[in-house]
Structures are given as structure tokens and as C-alpha cells.
């Protein structure tokens, strides 16, 4: 049987196989546009088609997500007991900061109007505005994988965390990264074009490493500081908890309206509406649509919310349709 190693690493590559066809399928399909008429083409044929291939790269990693985490839990004798199910078709479409992917992807067309305004040539406007497109879609490909991914794990209750695989050429930023462990809940660091993956962890995997108390005494007095600051440093030196310490200070900077949250899939036909089961309001200027009345949270904001409760999690994961 493969390793975990080994399944990370060629869900790594099924990930970037599927994001370079993409990136390839719609940079031909941007080629063709004439950049005195983008605004029209991404409204029009060329946006739906370029709209359509993301999707189908969303869907193609999201789909993958759950047989993987189960591969690696078997790999490391751990077993499967998946609580969940994850549904792939309730990530796609979406762009990871919660809105409708066509507008995110419609950004480039913007883009390449405002270079042809300021004077840039034909050419130079629609390959600015290529090389921005080719960075959003590479971006949301990879984000839905590694989101998948981690739905998946916070599903199977053997899973406690996961290692982040780097694979060169990789920016120093994520080099700096590579290997570590954070638990399953925790969110991925990225910069725009990461393509860096994950891989599940048991529990038995993850005693095996050194724990943060661990790490802790092996840092410089001055080292501790800059991490923790001076005040959380000492309250750990006498025994304070670290994970509370960190939490407190990160919660600082959090706020009721700084929530992730997203109004795809909320009609009484959507993924999350059909889900959420909470009553629907109609959308002010229509007379057609409705959507929910309570706002549908991104798979990430329900992990930080949830404060390491499994139970908690998935309940909410559930409710607003990731998994079913």
C-alpha cells in the first residue's frame, strides 16, 4: 500500500495537472478576444466558456478531496470512520473570499479596459490582463482543492491534521513552511499561485512530531518574543496555555462583520438554501428569486468559528450544505 507521502504527493499532481489544462483552456479562449471588445466577450460566449472550464477544474479537484483523506488514513493504519460525506458540487462556482466566481473572473476584463486607457498598446493591455486571469483561476483551482480537502478531513474524525507538501519551484515563503503540521482545522496559509497541498494526519501521526510546547523550549529568549510578544511569551514561560495564548491574541483583530460568508447556492434551489432549511426572503428588485435569511458561511469561517469543536463542525458543515 502507498504511503501518505505518496498520496499527498500525487494528489499534488493530479491538482496541478488539472489547474495547467485550465489555465491553458482559458488563456486560448482569451487569446481570441479583441481587447477593444472584452467587456462584451466576458459578458457574453468567451465569459460562459471560460466560466465553465473553472467550474469543471473546480468540481474535477473538489471530487477527489474525500478519497484521498481516506487513502491516507488507511496508509497510516488508522482506519476510516468518515461521519460525513463531502459534496463537491457545493465548492464549485464559488470563489474562496465568497463571491460568485464569474465576477472574480470578469476582474481581468476590467483590467485590461483601464491599460488601454491609459495609452498601453493592443497587446500589452490583453496580456496584462491574461496574466491576471491565468493567477485567479491557477488560485481558485488549487484553493477548492485544498478547501475539499479539508472538509474531508474535518468529516473523518480520525484525521487531526496535516503536514503542508511543498514542491519545488516554491516560493521562499512557503519553502519556510514546509513540513509543518497544523491541525485539521486550521487555515492554509497561501499567497496568490500557491500550489502547495496537504496531507491528513492521524492522531498516531501526529504525537509522532514535536508538540508546540516542544517547539517552544527550543526557541531564543528573543525568538519567543517576536513570535509571541513579550506578554504572551512570559505568560507561557509560567504555564500558560500556548494554544490560548495565540487564540487571544489573533481574536483581537476579529470581528462580527469580518465573517466569510457567501450568497451562492442560498435560492430555494441552491446547494446551501435546499440545506439550511431557515427561511427565505426575496432579493430586493426581483420578483423571481429568494434567498435564505440567514447568510451562508464559507467552510473555513464555520472551522474558525467552531473553536476546535468536531461536533460543532460538521453540524455546521452540514447545515450549510458541504457536506451531507
Not at 493530479?14 to 486560448?28: C, N, R
Not at 496531507?199 to 513570535?227: C, I, N, T
Not at 504555564?239 to 481574536?251: H, S, T
Request: net charge positive.
Amino acid at each position: 500500500m502507498a504511503t501518505s507521502a505518496t498520496l499527498a504527493a500525487d494528489r499534488y499532481e493530479v491538482v496541478q495537472g488539472v489547474t495547467s489544462s485550465v489555465v491553458q483552456a482559458v488563456q486560448a479562449l482569451w487569446s481570441d478576444v479583441p481587447p477593444d471588445r472584452i467587456f462584451a466577450a466576458l459578458q457574453g460566449s468567451t465569459g460562459l466558456q471560460i466560466l465553465n472550464a473553472v467550474v469543471a477544474g473546480q468540481l474535477s479537484v473538489a471530487q477527489g478531496a474525500q478519497a484521498f483523506v481516506t487513502g491516507a488514513m488507511l496508509a497510516q493504519g488508522a482506519g476510516t470512520a468518515a461521519a460525513a460525506t463531502l459534496n463537491p458540487g457545493s465548492l464549485v462556482g464559488l470563489a474562496m473570499d465568497g463571491r460568485p466566481l464569474a465576477t472574480l473572473l470578469y476582474v481581468p476584463a476590467v483590467t485590461t479596459a483601464q491599460a488601454l486607457s491609459v495609452g498601453l498598446p493592443a497587446d500589452v493591455a490583453l496580456a496584462r490582463g491574461m496574466a491576471q486571469m491565468g493567477t485567479i483561476v491557477a488560485t481558485t483551482i488549487a484553493d477548492t482543492a485544498r478547501t475539499a480537502t479539508q472538509v474531508a478531513m474535518t468529516a473523518e474524525p480520525r484525521c487531526v491534521a496535516y503536514v503542508r507538501v511543498v514542491k519545488l519551484p516554491a516560493c521562499s515563503r512557503c519553502i519556510v513552511l514546509a513540513g509543518r503540521q497544523y491541525t485539521y482545522s486550521e487555515g492554509f496559509k497561501r499567497h496568490p499561485k500557491c500550489d502547495c497541498g496537504m496531507e491528513p494526519m492521524s492522531d498516531r501521526e501526529w504525537r509522532d512530531s514535536a508538540s508546540p510546547e516542544d517547539l517552544f523550549k527550543q526557541m531564543s529568549p528573543d525568538e519567543r518574543r517576536k513570535r509571541f510578544g513579550a506578554a504572551g511569551a512570559e505568560a507561557i514561560e509560567n504555564g500558560a496555555d500556548i494554544g490560548q495564548v495565540v487564540n487571544a491574541r489573533r481574536g483581537m483583530s476579529t470581528t462580527t462583520t469580518g465573517k466569510k460568508v457567501t450568497h451562492e447556492g442560498t435560492t430555494k434551489r441552491g446547494i446551501g438554501g435546499k440545506a439550511m432549511q431557515v427561511g427565505y426572503d426575496k432579493v430586493p428588485g426581483s420578483s423571481r428569486y429568494a434567498r435564505t435569511r440567514e447568510a451562508r458561511l464559507m467552510p473555513e469561517q464555520i472551522l474558525k468559528q467552531a473553536h476546535g469543536n468536531r461536533e460543532l463542525q460538521v453540524a455546521l458543515l452540514k447545515k450549510h450544505g458541504y457536506i451531507t
